[in-house]
Nanobody, 131 residues
Framework: QVQLVESGGGSVQAGGSLRLSCAAS????????MTWFRQAPGKGREGVASTYTNNGRTYYADSVKGRFTISRDSAKTTVYLEMNSLKPEDTAMYYC????????????????????????WGQGTQVTVSS
């Protein structure tokens, strides 16, 4: 049974930092594009960053480029999202997602705009940034 379990959310002031974790289990970690999405109240689900499990290549949405860093630890089958210089507009529920993928599709950001094609989702972790 595939499980994606997020942790690390919380409340911070603008300019602060948080590190989210996504522990994956129940499937082969290799060959997957791991993506962080977020969803603010009343808005659609937005892709934030992707990484390919086999080689660690990454792709970022423009809204977080330079502030967020996605990484993976294959030995721990865990994906991280390091978030720095947080802004109030980063407030959202953050979801970890997994999809079997080629490296090229993941690196091109194909899945950030296609949440409907994602195979597996975590339950989400809340991030709140106050001004």
């Amino acid at each position: 049974q595939v499980q994606l379990v997020e942790s690390g959310g919380g409340s911070v002031q603008a300019g602060g930092s948080l590190r989210l974790s996504c522990a994956a289990s129940g499937y082969s970690f290799n060959g997957y594009c791991m993506t962080w999405f977020r969803q603010a109240p009343g808005k659609g689900r937005e892709g934030v960053a992707s990484t390919y499990t086999n080689n660690g290549r990454t792709y970022y949405a423009d809204s977080v480029k330079g502030r967020f860093t996605i990484s993976r630890d294959s030995a721990k089958t865990t994906v991280y999202l390091e978030m720095n210089s947080l802004k109030p507009e980063d407030t959202a529920m953050y979801y970890c997602a997994a999809k079997p993928s080629s490296s090229d599709d993941c690196y091109s950001g194909s899945w950030l705009t296609r949440p409907e094609d994602i195979n597996y989702w975590g339950q989400g972790t809340q991030v709140t940034v106050s001004s």
